[in-house]
Nanobody, 116 residues
Framework: QVQLVESGGGLVQPGGSLRLSCVAS????????MGWYRQAPGKQRELVAG????????NYANSVKGRFTISRDNTKNTLYLQMNNLNTGEACVYYC?????????WGQGTQVTVSA
């Protein structure tokens, strides 16, 4: 099984940027498709961005296209999410997920706060 630990969350002003990281351990990172999700209180968890195991194919929620970039470094077992031009509505907990056809695992999440 893979263990995932997110970091990089924090407080940022509206219009600011953050870079989230998700470090994987315990299994071969390169076999997993990866994703970033977010969940606000009282709302369903939603997909923000995904990237397949080879790091070439990506997909984004319409609301973040052009502002967020997902990437991975399979040599460092790390997934990234560069978030630019953040708005207050995007303040919530961000989670990374690792999946194969048979398995899925979540990290514990990292809090992003967007406030002036």
């Amino acid at each position: 099984q893979v263990q995932l630990v997110e970091s990089g969350g924090g407080l940022v002003q509206p219009g600011g940027s953050l870079r989230l990281s998700c470090v994987a351990s315990g299994s071969r990172f390169g076999i997993y498709d990866m994703g970033w999700y977010r969940q606000a209180p009282g709302k369903q968890r939603e997909l923000v961005a995904g990237i397949v195991s080879d790091g070439i194919t990506t997909n984004y929620a319409n609301s973040v296209k052009g502002r967020f970039t997902i990437s991975r470094d399979n040599t460092k077992n790390t997934l990234y999410l560069q978030m630019n031009n953040l708005n207050t509505g995007e303040a919530c907990v961000y989670y990374c997920q690792a999946t194969t056809a048979q398995y899925g695992s979540w990290g514990q999440g990292t809090q992003v706060t967007v406030s002036a």
